[in-house]
């Protein structure tokens, strides 16, 4: 389960990442940097954000305190989970546990080794755990509330009929069969099923679905990152450009601002 430091862009596993964090020299010299601008510090929060289920999918974020869990709320959406505007709620611990106020600021609820739970979508549902690892006193790197620090490599899908990377899934066969059969561009064009997905691409079979690097692709339809800006009866230059402007958002980008590639979250 490698993953990759936002900063210096050094490979992982997942557990080595919490302490390559804590020295990265590259993270460092960005942190220097934010000292010497002349703005507020506060409490800065180190997120360690997992699929409850699926150990492979993983984030590392730093959090201003004085953000809102509503704002961890609509980048968890935007990162990983935004598909029909579902409802979501954070918990303490678990679906048992007393459920948080989004409108409370970070510092006024959570502190060091505090976790909790994160709910979207209450039919399908995804489950979030979000640890608190450390908390520093500081300025922000960056002016959004959020920063990217490292996140898991996309999954390497491979294409059932040649084994070659994986671009597609069929829906109709998970609904068909109960299994998520992936396909390359060539294998995907001799696929025997119709229209089914969304097929938004102009490229894209008609029954297919993007793989992306959310844990979760297979559920209510999720399609990544497009779903949220998307809609199937914009024209298609429209939703192309919707989609770039979107992609391209700081809110959402890694640590420094730089786009990833597609290496790291699968979005290109």
């Known amino acids: 389960m490698l993953g990759t430091c936002l900063y210096c862009h050094t490979e992982l596993e997942r557990r080595a990442m919490t302490k390559h964090l804590s020295a990265c020299p590259a993270r460092r010299a960005a942190i220097e940097q934010a000292e010497q601008q002349n703005i507020p510090t506060e409490p800065l929060y180190h997120l360690f954000v997992e699929d409850a289920h699926d150990p492979y999918f993983w984030l590392h974020l730093e959090m201003r305190g004085s953000s809102t869990l509503k704002e961890l709320d609509n980048y968890l959406r935007a990162i ?7 409802m979501s709620d954070f918990y303490i611990g678990s679906w048992q546990g007393r459920k948080l106020a989004k409108s409370r600021t970070v510092r006024q609820a959570l502190h060091k080794g505090d976790q909790i739970l994160h709910i979207y979508d209450y039919g399908d549902t995804s489950e979030t755990r979000i640890t608190v690892v450390s908390v520093r006193e500081g300025k922000p790197t960056t002016p959004r509330p959020i920063v990217l620090m490292a996140r898991n490599r996309a999954p390497d899908y491979r294409c059932v009929e040649c084994g070659q990377p994986a671009v597609w899934w069929c829906w109709e066969c998970l609904a068909e069969i109960g299994e998520m059969f992936c396909y390359c561009e060539a294998c995907g064009r001799t ?5 089914y997905g969304s097929g938004d691409e102009e490229s894209a079979p008609e029954w297919a679905m993007p793989l992306v690097n959310s844990p979760r692709v297979g559920l209510c339809g999720y399609t990544g990152l497009r779903i949220r800006v998307l809609k199937a009866s914009t024209p298609k230059h429209k939703r192309r450009n919707a989609l770039d402007r979107w992609r391209s958002s700081s809110s959402i980008l890694p640590a420094g601002g730089a786009r990833c ?6 979005c290109v």
């Not at 990983?80 to 579902?86: A, I």
């Not at 590639?261 to 699968?266: N, R």
């Open 80 to 86: 990983w989970l935004e598909c029909c505007s579902h």
């Open 191 to 195: 696929h025997e099923h119709e229209y």
């Open 261 to 266: 590639g597609g290496s790291v979250c699968g």
